[in-house]
């Protein structure tokens, strides 16, 4: 069922949010000259597919999860984007495709092995990887693996439609502050 509501939502989103995902595309061509950030994260059964965001940090930053970043990538453009979490928009494709859910585990990057144990041990692979999830909304990043892992676990238990409409409530509405770096 929730899958179900990922194709609408994420299918709606593409189609209604196509005008400023255009226009962000345009001030990231000046910002940074390639405004879309591609990277392989793990994702169900620990599959690695290619996550799309808008690029918020300069392009020749290293390709590492965002706490080790430093604050010094980010540009103008990307602090605003991150803010207001619109460097998540272009996920909606990845969620149409299948890759991710709007609602579960944010994926990790296949070279963070703590973390990837620890959600392996909990059995958080068996579902897609979200664009946010109770992690997100509690403020909880990928510097806590452990605990990123426990709550992952405890979201999928818990997971519900209305579990899953609350946590996209939440976040539209500013819960959590998003990826955090140095």
């Known amino acids: ?7 609408i939502f994420s299918f709606l989103g593409l189609i209604f949010g196509f005008p ?10 000046f910002d940074t000259g ?12 620990k599959k690695i597919f290619v996550l799309v ?13 965002s706490h080790l970043a430093s604050t010094a990538s980010i540009t103008k453009m990307g602090g605003f984007l991150r803010k207001t979490k619109l460097d ?3 996920q909606l494709w990845n969620v149409l495709k299948g890759d991710m859910s709007l609602v579960g585990p944010r994926p990790g990057l296949f070279n963070q092995v703590e973390l990837t144990q620890a959600r392996e041990a909990k059995g958080v ?12 909304v509690n403020e909880i990043d990928m510097s806590t693996p452990e605990l990123l892992a426990e709550t992952d676990a405890r979201m999928i238990r818990e997971m519900s439609v209305k579990n899953y409409f609350r946590l996209i409530i939440q976040t539209v509405l500013g ?8």
């Open 1 to 7: 069922m929730l899958r179900i509501f990922d194709f």
């Open 125 to 136: 692979f068996d579902v897609r990887p979200g664009i946010t999830g109770l992690a997100q």
């Open 53 to 65: 965001k808008f690029r918020t940090m300069s392009v020749d930053t290293a390709s590492v999860a």
């Open 34 to 45: 390639s405004p879309l950030f591609n990277q392989e994260r793990v994702g169900r059964n």
């Open 175 to 182: 819960a959590g502050a998003g990826d955090r770096v140095k």
């Open 20 to 29: 400023i995902l255009v226009m962000i595309y345009v001030i990231g061509l």
């Open 88 to 90: 998540e928009l272009p």
